[in-house]
DNA sequence: CGAAATATTGACAATGATCAACTCTTGTGG
DNA sequence: CCACAAGAGTTGATCATTGTCAATATTTCG
């Protein structure tokens, strides 16, 4: 679709240059009065909550064309942090700067709702998961989710991706223990399922995996959404854009 | 604050009248192309998810003042299903018609944006329940929690509320099974935190079940947001406002 | 090379699940 | 108003998944 040159224009101007953050730095601390939203243009991050024990718990994987801060921002509640996997790079822009689209230019702002929207779909899938999927299935789930949402930023070529996460994170993110995901893992390549080495993984069996573990990809795979309306259709494709012409962006 | 005449007219005459759904109906089905969005005026009901097998995990409860199925409705992304615990007074909107918000006001477009946020941050805090804390913390979570939600749109008195929800659908919320949910309903009325029985609730010793499972409630409060904006303040309100005065909205 | 981080493995413990029975409530029809 | 069925709650016994502890590779990186 076609942005407006004003929409064009705000997407280039908005966002600063991007910001290196290295590897097991945080984007954004829990709570901080920080109020940008930071775009992620490379790299891996995690959002996480801890617990007053250390416990912790990730909610999700933030990858390249993903926002981080949209609610910390827009609404005041930096309720968890985010921390960078690997080197990152982040442009920021300031909340008052989204705020203000909703008034000027909507159909960017309608992109931002349904940047959350999406968001919080995957969050409830990962609910699910670790709710009433086992270990075996949780692992093959976020597996698949990470493969799919790669695959949708040209970022996973012949099943294979970079996977820059260890297993004491993989177990913050399972919901398990360090040990117990080392077996898991261990028994998906027993299965034939995947190929897994420390910093990369290959799907070998997807169709298997999506069986154990009841995949539904509706919810990442944008291009199969049913698109109702105008307004609907060119939210997406500026979230597309952002997705694939990054270095024009923010 | 003062809604504009203009947003107030759009609140009041947009919605439906409201119709009653009784308890066990579906609201939203998960596959299905509904593309309205459901604002609940009375009665409590649950978002939840299946997987093929019959588990069942369910997402949050839905409360008075809460919409349903905001993002399916705007993004065609209906990937859940919602059903009323107990005979519920639903008014309906098109979809449409909140998208067509975007453009039109603004201001009540935030508010809607701000409503899915909220709503991710309790998704959030859940998936933490359910990675991290063990029976005992999760279900002196979850009461809490709805116990906060409740005091906002009035209605617990003196740490007592209706609670509709039977063990087995406890058991779905927590991802637990009924019989360990039945237990440890027993051993929070054992250490007289709770007074439970089939159908309300009362907190005996608040705070000492704060300090269990460690209960943030930065995202139900609103009235403790830091509010930087005019914009954020007055969608704030908007929001409040729907939920005190529900008879005049939607 | 050596330290630190990460991964791996075994033994054992514990949280929570499953199975099965039984009780209590609630609502319905006779 | 009672009888009964269905749903909901309760409890004990046993099982399984997953966690904890501890030790040992292995990799990474200065």
Chains 1, 2 share one sequence.
């Not at 007053?52 to 909610?59: A, F, K, N, T, V």
């Not at 985010?82 to 909703?102: G, R």
Request: include cysteine; hydrophobic fraction near 45%; aromatic fraction near 6%.
């Amino acid at each position: 679709m076609k942005l407006t040159p004003e929409e064009r224009q705000w997407l280039i101007s908005a966002g600063s240059d991007p910001a290196t953050v290295y590897a097991g730095e945080e984007i954004i601390h829990a709570s901080s009065a920080d109020t940008s939203v930071h775009l992620l243009k490379s790299g891996w991050a995690c959002r996480f909550k801890l617990l007053p024990d250390g416990r912790r718990q990730i909610l999700n994987v933030v990858l390249p064309g993903d926002f981080m801060g949209l609610r910390a921002g827009l609404f005041g509640i930096a309720d968890h942090s985010v921390f960078a996997l690997n080197d990152c790079q982040v442009s920021t822009v300031p909340a008052q700067a989204i705020a203000d689209l909703f008034g000027v230019l909507p159909r960017l702002a309608m992109a931002i709702t349904w940047s959350t929207a999406r968001e919080e779909a995957m969050l409830a899938e990962h609910l699910v998961s670790l709710g009433r999927r086992n270990a075996y299935e949780r692992t093959a789930h976020l597996l698949l989710e990470l493969w799919k949402r790669l695959q949708v930023i040209d970022q996973s070529v012949d099943r294979s991706f970079d996977f820059p996460i260890t297993q004491e994170l993989l177990a913050d993110l399972l919901g398990l223990s360090v040990v117990h995901v080392n077996r898991t893992l261990r028994a998906l390549r027993r299965d034939g399922m995947i190929d897994y080495a420390t910093g990369s993984v290959r799907i070998i069996r997807p169709r298997a995996l999506l069986e154990i573990c009841a995949f539904d990809s509706a919810h990442i795979d944008t291009n199969e959404l049913p698109v109702a309306t105008d307004s609907k259709l060119e939210a997406l494709e500026i979230l597309q854009a952002k997705r694939k012409l990054q270095p024009n962006l923010l």
